[in-house]
T-cell receptor, first 122, second 113 residues
Framework: GAGVSQSPSNKVTEKGKDVELRCDPISGHTALYWYRQSLGQGLEFLIYFQGNSAPDKSGLPSDRFSAERTGGSVSTLTIQRTQQEDSAVYLC????????????????????FGPGTRLTVL | AQSVTQLGSHVSVSEGALVLLRCNYSSSVPPYLFWYVQYPNQGLQLLLKYTTGATLVKGINGFEAEFKKSETSFHLTKPSAHMSDAAEYFCAVINTGGFKTIFGAGTRLFVKA
């Protein structure tokens, strides 16, 4: 089956323009995550969608960033009025809960990552 | 709250030498622990995971990690490094509730010929 896909793979834009980044998760995965990875840095959590629940937006760095997930599948991350510091690789991941039978009632999400979108703001 | 600390942002080994990448975590509950690898210009790929049971976990490409509760550690090892192992490695812990993953800052592994 297909993995997580992201488009575009590379995006170059001018400062002040809006950009949209797309993520297609693995079919059937109920959870979807966005991360940002700046040059030489680790992963910065941005936002998390789980089923029909309200998304966890606690990682969005400013109100210029927003994301939506339509129909519980495809997600779009939008950055308005881009700034040079927004330049980074944006990674998407999806997962489905895996029940841990050894720990009764416990489950965990194993994330599968897309290849990322490299955003360059000039 | 959970957290992950990876000791050493860069590790350099010679080809054929032992690889040891250190990871310590904090968690108020029995953790779920992961190691991911990121090759240049690619996304993250799961190397191995600890959920329950055997504390020595084997993953892909000859890597393994040992969960040591008393040391709150989950160090990644490989007996003999290969040039193709050069990549960035991330240790991660799942938070309480099982849905959010907390990643370490990453360790970049260099392999010298």
């Amino acid at each position: 089956g297909a993995g997580v896909s992201q488009s575009p793979s590379n995006k170059v834009t001018e400062k002040g323009k809006d950009v949209e980044l797309r993520c297609d998760p693995i079919s059937g995965h109920t959870a979807l995550y966005w991360y940002r990875q700046s040059l030489g840095q680790g992963l910065e959590f941005l936002i998390y969608f789980q089923g029909n629940s309200a998304p966890d937006k606690s990682g969005l760095p400013s109100d210029r960033f927003s994301a939506e997930r339509t129909g519980g599948s495809v997600s779009t991350l939008t950055i308005q009025r881009t700034q040079q510091e927004d330049s980074a690789v944006y990674l998407c991941a999806s997962s489905a809960p895996r029940r841990d039978r050894a720990r009764s009632g416990s489950s965990y999400n194993e994330q599968f990552f897309g290849p990322g979108t490299r955003l360059t703001v000039l | 709250a959970q957290s992950v600390t990876q000791l050493g942002s860069h590790v350099s080994v010679s080809e054929g030498a032992l690889v040891l990448l250190r990871c310590n975590y904090s968690s108020s509950v029995p953790p779920y622990l992961f190691w991911y690898v990121q090759y240049p210009n690619q996304g993250l790929q799961l190397l191995l995971k600890y959920t329950t049971g055997a504390t020595l976990v084997k993953g892909i490409n000859g890597f393994e990690a040992e969960f040591k509760k008393s040391e709150t550690s989950f160090h990644l090892t490989k007996p003999s490094a290969h040039m193709s192992d050069a990549a960035e490695y991330f240790c991660a812990v799942i938070n309480t509730g099982g849905f959010k993953t907390i990643f370490g800052a990453g360790t970049r592994l260099f392999v010298k010929a």
